[in-house]
């Protein structure tokens, strides 16, 4: 059943809701650990000069979303190498766009950014009844996510967009698309 009391018919239906990290054993160590790890722009956690954090159990201030904490498998290994460069003397702010893919049916679904429910979505590339399509997702004058089933090359395109700081046009959607 949906949201506007539609239904559809569907021999499985998956639903990914999202974890919590589990911090309970960390809950007397005074340590900040409010819906994941509060950490700095070098992942070290907050109030603390050595102890650090990666992975989905870190939140970091994010340039783009505000506090984020992101929970797919390529955020381990990239706020790893932002720890190492901080333990090695080179650090350098963690400040990555999220990105999650999945493989569903032959098909390659991927996200980059983030949507928040109240956020437009227009169709950038083909459309809901085809095969492959790109998707943007914006408000407030800022383009905030992209969503791709195929068309991977147009959406990496639509990814550097994203990256670039593209604008949003409220009511017609990014900035190169809008009427001029």
Do not use: K
């Amino acid at each position: 059943m949906l949201d506007d009391g539609s239904s559809l018919d569907a021999d499985m239906v998956v639903v990914g809701i999202g974890v919590d990290p589990a911090l309970g054993w960390l809950a007397s160590s005074g340590l900040p650990v409010d819906g994941g790890m509060c950490c700095d722009a070098s992942l070290r956690v907050c109030g603390s000069d050595s102890i650090y954090a990666v992975g989905d159990v870190a939140r970091w201030p994010s340039s783009r979303f505000g506090s984020l904490r992101l929970e797919h498998w390529t955020n381990a290994g990239d706020s790893a190498l932002t720890v190492a460069a901080a333990l090695t003397g080179t650090p350098a702010p963690f400040d990555p766009l999220p990105y999650v893919w999945s493989d569903q049916l032959g098909a390659r679904l991927q996200v980059f950014g983030q949507i928040r429910p109240a956020d437009d979505l227009v169709y950038v590339e083909g459309g809901p009844e085809e095969a492959e399509f790109v998707a943007a997702s914006g408000g407030d004058g800022t383009l905030r996510a992209v969503v791709a089933l195929g068309a991977r090359r147009a959406a990496l395109r639509w990814e550097r967009l994203l990256r670039s700081g593209l604008p949003w046009v409220d009511g017609h959607g990014p900035a190169e698309l809008a009427p001029r």
